[in-house]
């Protein structure tokens, strides 16, 4: 068996059955060995950005891994993107890059990049150095993607490698299990902690969708009578809305009254997240000293705010044995899901006077009417910039994996790419994607990805013209023209771009148009794209929760 067989064959048999990439001379090999098989596809994609971003929108929506393949130099680098994203959403994937061969490499061959450029943005970045150990170097980078913290590894397989047929070594077999097991004096102390409290609140983090913890940390919710707090990467670990536990999303929108929930708290749980400098404002969101937190990285602790009691573990293992440390004391716990709904309720009127039906509406209005017009077991992806930001505060999460968004790195160009990813995924499930018109233009190519695989996703593009958040922040704080960025001077037709690539498209410009229209669109077995206008100088979501006067 050739080297590129052997490689589809062992991504088949650790369950990768999806390889996203763009085809190049050097990855024909890889391609041939898929097209001889029926438990494994190649999906196209326009663009190597659009590639990895693929495979993240895959793994976050159902927590297996994919593939990428993508020739050396542009197309390696054009994937760094989506590789940074998912290494600092500890999502898994594989990066097959191929690489210039040994003997050309360092004489400037055609696409060289010196394989360690890759290292920073991937949790492992692994050389095949002979043809006969590329097997056994995929299986260990495979093995490394699935570890907790999971994350994003680099193969790099030179090129004449693919088509050798040479005795290939057998990989090793390797545990997925990193960090196991949870210390039981640490389980006590914060156990004890917790208990004393009279008004605790829980911050959740992505590691609680990464660990399928969320059972059990509605249990512990209950049990401490304790909101819920969501980090970026924590929204939809629980269901958001009306008689559930989660009061909000910890974000630089976050409302005066979620953050005053956090500060006045005198006591906290924060599980699965590494209270990351955006989430938290560079750390000046104010948390109770009384601070138990359970992180997979050590590192992590005492990063930004110092720990009562850390705990270095699974989410999944240390709300599991919490939750019992917890029903062997008695306390008197307050209701979670009143205090989170007393929190919505503040934030929602806060909201008011931007839900309105005449055009151009709000990204409020257009946001709630799309809640409403999809189904609550949809997966939603939305991209960075003001819709998303808007999105964290309005638009429900229906479930763990029901909810993707970049965190941290907080990259554009991301819904559309991901929606794709989901939707292969998921075949049977509803996809929307929530993206604004800057947003849509880092990755409109792939638009034409949806029609050629036949996806019936809906595209939702809010339009206002303009890069409003860098616009807004032009004008007010710099010696710029108010709107320095928009483009009202050459608008784009989305539908009729769309039109071109062969996709069913709609417009509605009023909360009822967006309800009736989406409702048949969702409902399509063919991908459709939705323009909605939105008004261009609505206020910006930063601003408006932020404002307490």
């Not at 999906?43 to 190597?48: I, L, N």
């Not at 004449?160 to 004096?185: C, H, I, K, Q, W």
């Not at 969320?214 to 990467?233: E, F, H, I, M, Q």
């Not at 108010?482 to 909360?511: C, K, Q, V």
Request: charged letters at 25%.
């Amino acid at each position: 068996m050739d080297v590129s067989q052997a490689v589809i064959e062992r991504l088949t048999a650790d369950g990768i059955d999806t390889v996203f990439g763009i085809p190049g001379k050097q990855t024909l090999p890889l391609n041939e060995a898929i097209g001889t098989r029926d438990d494994i596809r190649f999906v196209v994609a326009r663009h190597e950005t659009a590639v990895t971003h693929q495979a993240w929108g895959y793994a976050e929506t159902s927590g297996r891994p994919a593939a990428t393949a993508v020739v050396p130099g542009p197309g390696d680098m054009n994937a760094m993107n989506g590789l940074k994203n998912a290494l600092n959403d500890c999502t898994p994937l594989v990066h097959i890059a191929v690489e210039t061969e040994p003997e050309v490499r360092g004489g400037d061959g055609i696409h060289e990049t010196p394989p360690d450029t890759y290292d920073n943005v991937v949790k492992a970045n692994l050389l095949v150095e002979r043809p006969e150990s590329t097997i056994a170097v995929l299986e260990e980078a495979i093995s490394i993607a699935e570890t907790q913290p999971k994350g994003p590894v680099r193969v790099g397989i030179p090129k004449n490698f693919l088509a050798m047929d040479v005795p290939l070594a057998t990989p090793a077999d390797y545990s997925r299990e990193f960090v196991t097991g949870v210390a039981t004096e640490d389980i006590e102390a914060a156990a004890d902690l917790l208990a004393e409290a009279e008004d605790p609140v829980i911050v959740a983090g992505g590691g609680v969708r990464t660990a399928n913890a969320s059972d059990t940390l509605r249990r512990v919710a209950d049990r401490l009578g304790a909101p819920v707090v969501a980090t970026y990467k924590g929204k939809g670990v629980l269901p958001d809305g009306s008689g559930g536990y989660v009061a909000g999303t910890l974000s630089g929108s976050a409302s005066p009254e979620l953050l005053e929930l956090l500060a006045e708290a005198d006591a906290a749980l924060a599980v699965g997240t590494d209270f990351d400098a955006v989430a938290t404002r560079a750390w000046a969101v104010d948390v109770p000293e009384a601070l138990v937190h359970v992180t997979l990285d050590a590192d992590d602790l005492g990063t930004g705010y110092e720990p009562s009691v850390g705990i270095v573990a699974d989410a999944a293992a240390a709300l599991s044995r919490l939750e019992g440390a917890l029903s062997e004391r008695e306390f008197a716990a307050g209701d979670a899901v009143e205090r989170a709904g007393a929190i919505r309720t503040a934030t929602s009127d806060r909201l008011e006077s931007l839900r309105g039906s005449s055009p151009p509406i709000t990204s409020v209005s257009a946001l709630e009417a799309v809640r409403a017009a999809v189904p609550r077991e949809a997966i939603a992806t939305a991209d960075a910039g003001g819709s998303r930001v808007w999105g964290l505060n309005v638009f429900e999460a229906g479930g763990p994996r029901s909810y993707v968004n970049p965190g941290s790195w907080a990259t554009m160009g991301t819904a559309l790419p991901s929606g794709i990813g989901a939707q292969l995924a998921n075949p049977d499930a509803d996809v929307v994607v929530l993206v604004g018109d800057g947003g849509l233009l880092m990755c409109v190519h792939e638009l034409h990805t949806a029609v050629a695989e036949a996806l019936p996703i809906t595209v939702v593009v809010f339009v206002n013209e303009d890069y409003a958040i860098i616009s807004d922040d032009a004008g007010r704080n710099y010696d710029l023209e108010d709107g320095e960025y928009d483009w009202t001077d050459a608008p784009i037709d989305f539908a009729g771009l769309a039109a071109s690539f062969g996709m069913r498209t709609e417009r509605a410009e009023t909360p009822s148009e967006i309800r009736s229209t989406l409702e048949s669109a969702v409902a399509a077995d063919e991908p459709v794209l939705l323009e909605v206008p939105t008004d261009p100088r609505e206020p910006q979501a930063s601003d408006w929760m932020s404002d307490d006067s």
